[in-house]
């Protein structure tokens, strides 16, 4: 998730670019770019670090030029540097880029270009478009950039300017977000609606598929076919900080509401043909590297660890391979029994947390392989790790977790799949059904988003609460664990997470009248068991809030609350029971006014020991 402005008019653009740019960084933060047209010249400025570092290799002499684009970057292909910041241009530099969105088939557009001639600078993917603006380009800007897209696969929200056109640049939009800001004399282009809002209220939003040629007073939008398109107006009513959450109130419940999109992005050029292919050619682990693993080890923290978890009932279901998951800051100190057969799989959505490095730099010492899942292109933990499998969530701002955990699922779900095939494991009928169930994941995500009111009542039942129990078998064990930690550190409610089984060693002298005991039952294997821990818990007077799969009917006869989930292979339910999890938490914790986004005591990067 990157942040793009463009500006066209008549006043200075860098300052305009730059105020812009300021309010997207939360988008992403690793280097930062400008573009400024100018008559014959075309002169481009990149930085690495957040936009300050821009600003000072800039200094107090700013860029001529009242036509420009500006970007600030979350990497995806390409480390964080200068060279890898966009703006991007092609070898003679008549043409400048910014991109938000990942070019799946960049490798093969790239072969072709330097095929042809063409010189590239950076490692990213975006410098392809470029180089296919100018390799098209007669003179009409808008038309060379229409069949440069038709070249590309992959997501993108871009503009283009072009040395000696001050008069145009030109936008368009495919599965990634972009505006156009309607000024007097002037127009904007931006990926989101900070950007624009102290210069204009009045937007076109571009729908998939469409480009626009943008002058400083005229805005034409066309059509995927290269028809005219009649824009509505739509008339923005945010304040300036809603608007960098896009309308909702904080960070955490935008993130939540973007986890549909973040495992889109995530199975993006991974899963093929709605599921029935899967490529991860990506690691680089040779089959016989796959085919040679004895065990599995996870490690991680907090959040990513409770992935790991699911992870291992995932593998060793699918794959009769033993896995062991580990904390971090545990492993680094039990001298653990690794050998060359093993494969250490670390997940850090940050990619900085002390522990999970240290781990990682314990198993690299002693010769044995790493693979990092992580969401930081360019992160300690990506650079150390022999193979890297990004998520591709977009920053995450909010210190609790959530769209990050919901694509390290699927990271792991993908690896199982990839290891399944590679190892014989799964039949091809296996291996179908669960990528195509996997495929479908985001619209069920989407379905429960879309029943979030419904959670509300027993939000504002558990907000009343000190304390709090969930339960849950397998699975639904280890997602009772990160829905108990939400709670916990977004509302400072005390949670405990039982695997139902164990209750009654012991917890259910802490079950009393009323207390809230959130119940996971999506296993239909488990469900009558698990069914049977809950009446021990209603027995003893707890309220129990039920999460059950569709089709597991009746169960609100029994139960104070129940709440349908969509119904998916029992081994990826895991991806949709959280999301209620994350609501509850993120509703008990605003109904007891606490601040979501920080919560005491808590910092979203924990790079010490
Ligand atoms: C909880 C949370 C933390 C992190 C943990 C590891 O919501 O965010 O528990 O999961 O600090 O962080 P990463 O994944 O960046 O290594």
Not at 203 to 228: C, M, N, Q
Request: aromatic share 8%.
């Amino acid at each position: 998730m990157c942040g793009i402005v463009g500006y066209i008019g008549s006043q200075d653009a860098y300052s305009i670019l730059i105020e812009g740019l300021k309010k997207l960084e939360y988008r992403g933060y690793d280097s930062a770019g400008v573009a400024l047209v100018n008559g014959s010249r075309l002169e481009v400025i990149k930085a690495k670090g957040e936009l300050e570092q821009l600003e000072n290799k800039v200094g107090a002499k700013f860029p001529n030029g009242s036509t420009g684009i500006g970007h600030t970057r979350w990497a995806t292909h390409g480390a964080p540097s200068d060279v890898n910041a966009h703006p991007h241009c092609c070898c003679s530099g008549d043409f400048a880029v910014v991109h938000n969105g990942i070019i799946e088939n960049y490798r093969f557009i790239r072969e072709w270009m330097e095929e042809a001639g063409h010189k590239f600078q950076s490692e990213t993917d975006t410098e392809v478009l470029a180089h296919l603006i100018k390799h098209f380009y007669n003179g009409d800007l808008l038309g060379s950039v229409q069949q440069a897209l038709a070249q590309v696969e992959g997501s993108f929200a871009l503009v283009a300017v072009a040395r000696g056109k001050n008069d145009q640049m030109v936008c368009a939009r495919k599965d990634s977000p972009l505006i156009i800001g309607l000024g007097k004399n002037e127009n904007f282009v931006a990926s989101d609606v900070p950007a624009i809002l102290q210069y204009t209220r009045r937007i076109y939003i571009l729908e998939d598929g469409e480009a626009a040629r943008v002058t400083k007073d005229v805005v034409e939008v066309f059509s995927p076919e290269g028809k005219g398109v009649s824009k509505e107006v739509f008339h923005i009513d945010w304040d300036a900080v809603q608007a960098e959450k896009g309308g909702h109130p904080h960070f955490m419940i935008k993130e939540i509401m973007e986890q549909p999109h973040a495992l889109r992005e995530t199975m993006r050029g991974r899963l093929l043909e709605e599921g029935r292919k899967i490529d991860l050619s990506e690691l680089n682990l040779t089959d016989e590297e796959i085919a040679s693993t004895r065990r599995v080890f996870i490690v991680a923290c907090g959040t990513s660890y409770h992935a790991g978890l699911v992870g291992k009932y995932a593998m060793e279901r699918a794959l009769r391979l033993p896995v062991e998951v580990d904390l971090a800051s545990e492993f680094r100190y039990r001298d653990p029994l690794l050998d060359e057969s093993s494969l250490v799989i670390v997940i850090s959505q940050s990619g900085e947390t002390a522990d999970t490095l240290a781990a990682l730099r314990l198993v690299r010492g002693k010769g044995v392989r790493v693979l990092a899942i992580t969401n930081v292109v360019g992160s300690s933990v990506a650079r150390e790790a022999d193979k890297v499998l990004y998520t591709w969530a977009g920053p995450e701002i909010a210190v609790a977790s959530t769209k990050a955990y919901i694509t390290q699922l699927l990271a792991l779900y993908l690896i199982t799949l990839h290891m399944g095939r590679v190892r014989g494991a799964m039949d091809a009928s296996a291996l179908e059904e669960g990528g195509r169930a996997i495929f479908r994941l985001p619209e069920k995500v989407e379905n429960v988003l879309g029943r979030e009111r419904e959670l509300k009542r027993f939000s504002a039942y558990l907000s009343r609460w000190e304390n709090a129990f969930f339960i849950g078998r397998n699975m639904d064990f280890a997602v009772a664990l990160e829905g108990a930690l939400k709670l916990k550190e977004i509302s400072y409610i005390h949670a405990e997470a039982y695997a139902s089984g164990e209750l009654k060693h012991g917890t259910l002298a802490l079950i009393v009248e009323g207390i809230p005991v959130v119940a996971l039952v999506t296993q239909k294997a488990l469900q009558d068991k698990s069914l049977s821990n809950i009446k021990e818990v209603k027995a003893r007077g707890g309220y129990v809030f039920c999460l059950a799969q569709e089709g597991m009917q009746g169960l609100e006869e029994e139960l104070d609350e129940v709440f349908y989930l969509p119904a998916t292979l029992d081994f990826l339910l895991p991806v949709i029971s959280v999301v209620p999890l994350q609501l509850i938490s993120y509703q008990a914790a605003v109904e007891r006014g606490c601040p979501v986004d920080k919560p005491r005591n808590l910092a979203k990067s924990v790079t010490v020991e």
